[in-house]
DNA sequence: ACAAAAATGGAATAAAAATTCCAATATATA
DNA sequence: TATATATTGGAATTTTTATTCCATTTTTGT
């Protein structure tokens, strides 16, 4: 920056920050364009962390944060840091403020907030549910199965539909082959009639039970498809035709229930699977 | 303190500390004492401050904050502030350190246990995160732009995909007409053409971007259909075509992502969509 | 009141962290 | 394409911060 600069900024608010980052980030230089990401990103790590471990945390050198501080005219990276500090020490009568404001009979803001608070609480419970229920050595068996197939079925539909959806995305990520079947113009049977024995069907279903997972995951088993099943009750119909099952409950708010649950077992299970492969 | 002592004491939890902090306050030593009380009365400045800077505001010598800490079991100060500042950060401190633990020192294997408590951390945190960053203002104009189309499109690719096929699944069972634009067939564009102003975008997008994502939602911003948000940072492209735009950012563990607070978030725009709708 | 043990203050030392500096690389400009 | 200019990486240095140590004071038990 050869030098110079910094004319009249170094906002001493965390929000007057921020906006300098934002009007800056277009005109900046690779790294620093990095850092501004980053520390909008993770202000906790910002204001707690110590210059090498940012930097390492942001694929940085730790000088350039010292640059990124002085370019945006502090004197250096303690500066910086405490912008990100002071706003942290504010958040405490913030939030207190912000709950006294949940309950001003000023209607709607309170409404929405508190379906966001009664979902965010269904998930957090959900995930501590699932704690007690899924068994490490179960866990263990399926990771297994799905590590020894060739091809893995993805099988899931309606509501689970989303999960089975993300276990495409993330097993191609991990390079693991695996099909989804989408049951497009109803071609379900169609998508899962080339899978066979070297292969295995990964399917999620919870009540109210959509047929056609029953039905598929029941074929795939009468033709010695491995089947692992993820499913919320020893009465499901995945039961019979799995080889090994994961139960997961989820709780609800409302009519709709959590899915966040179902999606960390799916993402443990494709995790594990790859290294499971990577290791043999 | 004729050296020895601390027994099993040394709580992770600021609440344990505080519990110990309690029951041994009466038999401390004079110095001890009067440090107990200032750090539960300031716990922000234990938090964020030096041991120099704390030991001359609390009125005793620094060493004497390092014997504090090694009274109840710590190493040291440093990881007496630990405490302190992990409580600070948010009220999964268990959390957060679990996951440092967890994640792979390099080549190191990882059960599936812990990839399970691994991807159920990440997700807890990120719920909790929401909190913070979900402001109610703006989710309640998200909610009222909404409900006022008359036709939701429903736009998201890659890792959120799924995400916003759960919105297709939750639209329909609220009777709020929503198209899912899955760009089968790459017809996106197609399947977005027929929006019109009186109907509104829900899009998501998280890094890296889906240029889709990006494209679809700015051309229907061009055509001055109202576009509605979900991202994870001000940078993201989506916030320029957005008229109203909600942050969430996700916590991750090894290379994947929670969707969680996004799926919570989600849920809450849908049924507060509906029951907007259904009040007049 | 006396000895023994504990607690304290404060300087000395060790450890950790931030900052500076310069050579190497990349980018823009003519 | 050549040259100037900006950016970056990384080691060296300085500064800050935590910790240890020991002499002195205070407290405790007899």
Redesign the interface.
């Known amino acids: 920056m050869s030098e110079a600069e910094v004319t009249t900024e170094a906002p001493d608010s965390f929000d007057g920050l921020?906006a300098l980052l934002?009007s800056r980030?277009d005109a900046m230089p690779k790294r620093l364009k990095q850092l501004?990401?980053f520390a909008?990103?993770h202000p906790?790590e910002v204001a707690?962390g110590t210059v090498a471990g940012i930097a390492e945390h942001a694929g940085v050198q730790p000088s350039t944060l010292v640059r990124f501080a002085k370019s945006l005219g502090y004197d250096g990276f303690s500066h910086l840091q405490q912008i990100f500090?002071d706003r942290?020490?504010e958040?405490?009568p913030d939030?207190r403020e912000?709950l006294k404001?949940?309950r001003s009979p000023e209607g709607?803001?309170?409404?929405?907030?508190s379906?966001?608070?009664?979902?965010?609480g269904?998930?957090?419970l959900s995930?501590?549910r699932?704690?007690g229920s899924?068994r490490?050595e179960e866990?263990?068996r399926a990771?297994e199965t799905l590590a020894k197939a060739d091809t893995i079925y993805l099988l899931g539909a309606?509501?689970v539909?989303?999960?089975i959806?993300?276990c495409a995305?993330?097993f191609g990520?991990l390079g693991v082959r695996a099909i989804l079947i989408d049951h497009?113009g109803q071609l379900g049977p169609e998508q899962l009639a080339t899978a066979a024995r070297r292969d295995a069907v990964l399917a999620i279903s919870f009540t109210p039970y959509a047929p056609v997972t029953a039905d598929l995951a029941a074929g795939a088993a009468q033709r010695n498809i491995p089947v692992v099943a993820i499913t919320d009750s020893a009465f499901s119909p995945l039961v019979t035709s799995a080889d090994v099952w994961l139960e997961v409950a989820e709780a609800d708010?409302?009519?709709?229930r959590?899915?966040?649950?179902s999606?960390?077992?799916a993402?443990?299970l494709a995790?594990?699977t790859a290294?499971k492969r990577a290791?043999g």
């Open positions: 921020r934002l980030h501004a990401t909008l990103e906790e707690f500090r942290l020490r958040r405490f939030y912000r404001g949940l709607h803001h309170v409404h929405a907030a379906l966001l608070e009664g979902f965010a269904a998930a957090a995930l501590d699932m704690r899924v490490p866990l263990a990771i309606r509501r539909f989303p999960v959806a993300y995305y993330a990520k497009v708010f409302g009519a709709f959590s899915l966040s649950a999606f960390a077992l993402m443990a995790v594990g290294e290791e």
